[in-house]
């Protein structure tokens, strides 16, 4: 069975940092771009970063570079979000979740076959 989890959600205080962690299991995730995904309350989940698995070429949300960084680590197949600087306006459930790389719409959260259960990350102001 295939397998994202996901870890490292917490509280933290504005400015703070988290790093989150995806592990994925059932499947050689080559070729695939892993995503990272937030949903707030009572808002839609929106796209955050992604990362080619192969080549580790990372999109980013508008406005979030610089602050976020998706990574992955091929021997642990795990993938990561470094969130730095957080602000309120960050606090959500963060997805990780996995898709086939056709080379575009990495953004799109409805293209992602796999997906997580979420990790909390609340930023306190």
């Known amino acids: 069975q295939v397998q994202l989890v996901e870890s490292g959600g917490g509280l933290v205080q504005t400015g703070g940092s988290l790093r989150l962690s995806c592990a994925a299991s059932?499947?050689?995730?080559?070729?695939?771009?892993m995503g990272w995904f937030r949903q707030a309350p009572g808002k839609d989940r929106d796209f955050v970063a992604a990362i080619r698995w192969n080549s580790g070429t990372a999109f980013y949300k508008d406005n979030i570079k610089g602050r976020f960084t998706p990574s992955r680590d091929n021997a642990k197949n795990t993938m990561y979000l470094q969130m730095n600087n957080l602000e309120p306006e960050d606090t959500a459930v963060y997805y990780c979740?996995?898709?086939?790389?056709?080379?575009?719409?990495?953004?799109?959260?409805?293209?992602?076959?796999?997906w997580g259960q979420g990790t909390q990350v609340t930023v306190s102001s």
């Open positions: 059932g499947r050689d995730f080559s070729n695939h771009v």
């Open positions: 979740a996995a898709k086939g790389d056709t080379g575009r719409n990495y953004q799109l959260d409805y293209l992602y076959r796999y």
